[in-house]
């Protein structure tokens, strides 16, 4: 194949991936089913997507570093460029929290305990025009919202495991039932009047009940809506655990890190090499390097940033996911270093994990 006929296959693949990813992404905001099991179907479309192109024109794998040999020293670079980073990664997300994000640092091991990771994300339709009461989580923080449109008003009982101190926003008013001083388990929230909303956050307990009361008897009960999918519940039960970082941790493997590797820096960017090894050698140059960073490592790392950056998340672009280019320069040195996604994978996804085991002491 000619120089142009590889760099077409490279983009033309790129573009078609991309729009699949985007496409899942879009649904998820309106399928509950594809939000449930979008890293999945995203992870099946890179794999499956570097996989056919390399069967089409059949290719070894080893030749897109997809192979087991030499193990031992990916393993090695991927570890030790963790280690690296980490001090380094520790000070700038500090400061981007802090500075940039304005949020306030507080570290306590408490906030390791995170709720259910189906509760996790705002839903799309709190808010909407509807009466109900939605329950999310963000982090380690429980949050309750209230809405009326105008029926009879209910009461929205608030329970939890140890004593704490709700904060709210909008016209909610919330009254202790136990305790003294506002220090209470059990918590009474009411919204101001027939036609308002308001929500409530609950830091603290480590389990939490909430169910709804009508004002008067015989008065229609409320529908409750949890988590981001709004999954109609008679009533909310939810105790916070460790259990999302073994989840989470297998999930960046599986289905982020791995998929994301094996297509990025296994396939693309191996077809990218040759096709800049293939023009340099049609026009008679030496292919240059400069301290092990080719022109396909900057290539593909522009494409691994664009491809986060168009992605909606949560239904809107997020332009500082544009930043991964960075990381991903490294990722495709490792994998030009070793000759394997291993190393990059390993790195990739300790990458993401520091960040998410940042995350939870910004509030």
Same mark, same amino acid.
């Given at each position: 194949?000619?120089?142009?006929?590889?760099?077409?296959?490279?983009?033309?693949?790129?573009?078609?991936?991309?729009?699949?990813?985007?496409?899942?992404?879009?649904?998820?905001?309106?399928?509950?089913?594809?939000?449930?099991?979008?890293?999945?179907?995203?992870?099946?479309?890179?794999?499956?997507?570097?996989?056919?192109?390399?069967?089409?024109?059949?290719?070894?794998?080893?030749?897109?570093?997809?192979?087991?040999?030499?193990?031992?020293?990916?393993?090695?670079?991927?570890?030790?460029?963790?280690?690296?980073?980490?001090?380094?990664?520790?000070?700038?997300?500090?400061?981007?929290?802090?500075? !940039?994000?304005?949020?306030?640092?507080?570290?306590? /091991? #408490? @906030?390791?305990?995170? &709720?259910?990771? *189906? +509760?996790?994300?705002?839903?799309?339709?709190?808010?909407?025009?509807?009466?109900?009461?939605?329950?999310?989580?963000?982090?380690?923080?429980?949050?309750?919202?209230?809405?009326?449109?105008?029926?009879?008003?209910?009461?929205?009982?608030?329970?939890?495991?140890?004593?704490?101190?709700?904060?709210?926003?909008?016209? !909610?008013?919330?009254?202790?039932?136990?305790?003294? /001083? #506002? @220090?209470?388990?059990? &918590?009474?929230? *009411? +919204?101001?009047?027939?036609?308002?909303?308001?929500?409530?956050?609950?830091?603290?307990?480590?389990?939490?009940?909430?169910?709804?009361?009508?004002?008067?008897?015989?008065?229609?009960?409320?529908?409750?809506?949890?988590?981001?999918?709004?999954?109609?519940?008679?009533?909310?039960?939810?105790?916070?655990?460790?259990?999302?970082?073994?989840?989470?941790?297998?999930?960046?493997?599986?289905?982020?890190?791995?998929?994301?590797?094996?297509?990025?820096?296994?396939?693309?960017?191996?077809?990218?090499?040759?096709?800049?090894?293939?023009?340099?050698?049609?026009?008679?140059?030496?292919?240059?390097?400069?301290?092990?960073?080719?022109?396909?490592?900057?290539?593909?790392?522009?494409?691994?940033?664009?491809?986060?950056?168009?992605?909606?998340?949560?239904?809107?672009?997020?332009?500082?996911?544009?930043?991964?280019?960075?990381?991903?320069?490294?990722?495709?040195?490792?994998?030009?270093?070793?000759?394997?996604?291993?190393?990059?994978?390993?790195?990739?996804?300790?990458?993401?994990?520091?960040?998410?085991?940042?995350?939870?002491?910004?509030?």
């Amino acid at each position: 194949m000619t120089s142009k006929a590889l760099f077409r296959e490279a983009f033309l693949v790129y573009l078609a991936v991309l729009v699949l990813v985007i496409i899942a992404a879009v649904a998820a905001g309106f399928i509950p089913t594809v939000a449930d099991f979008l890293y999945a179907i995203v992870a099946l479309v890179f794999v499956k997507s570097a996989q056919r192109m390399m069967d089409r024109h059949n290719h070894e794998n080893e030749r897109f570093g997809l192979t087991w040999k030499g193990w031992p020293r990916g393993v090695a670079y991927g570890l030790a460029f963790t280690l690296v980073t980490l001090p380094l990664f520790s000070l700038g997300y500090y400061w981007w929290e802090t500075q !940039v994000l304005e949020r306030h640092f507080e570290y306590d /091991a #408490g @906030n390791y305990f995170q &709720w259910p990771t *189906e +509760l996790a994300g705002e839903p799309v339709s709190w808010g909407a025009e509807a009466t109900g009461v939605w329950v999310w989580s963000d982090k380690s923080t429980l949050n309750v919202g209230v809405r009326n449109k105008g029926s009879a008003n209910n009461v929205v009982v608030i329970e939890g495991d140890t004593p704490f101190v709700p904060q709210r926003r909008g016209t !909610v008013k919330a009254f202790p039932v136990d305790g003294t /001083a #506002g @220090n209470a388990r059990v &918590w009474r929230v *009411e +919204l101001d009047d027939s036609r308002s909303r308001g929500q409530i956050i609950v830091r603290g307990p480590k389990s939490v009940d909430v169910r709804i009361e009508p004002t008067v008897e015989g008065n229609e009960v409320w529908p409750l809506y949890q988590g981001r999918n709004a999954k109609e519940k008679e009533d909310f039960q939810a105790e916070r655990s460790l259990w999302w970082i073994p989840l989470w941790v297998a999930t960046q493997f599986l289905l982020i890190a791995l998929p994301e590797e094996y297509f990025y820096r296994g396939w693309l960017q191996t077809r990218l090499e040759e096709a800049f090894a293939k023009r340099a050698e049609e026009r008679g140059r030496k292919n240059r390097t400069f301290f092990g960073f080719s022109a396909a490592i900057l290539v593909a790392s522009v494409l691994f940033g664009l491809g986060h950056l168009l992605v909606p998340i949560g239904g809107a672009l997020v332009a500082t996911r544009m930043s991964v280019f960075f990381p991903s320069l490294l990722f495709g040195w490792l994998r030009r270093r070793t000759d394997s996604i291993l190393a990059p994978v390993i790195y990739h996804a300790f990458s993401n994990l520091m960040v998410i085991f940042a995350a939870v002491h910004f509030f």
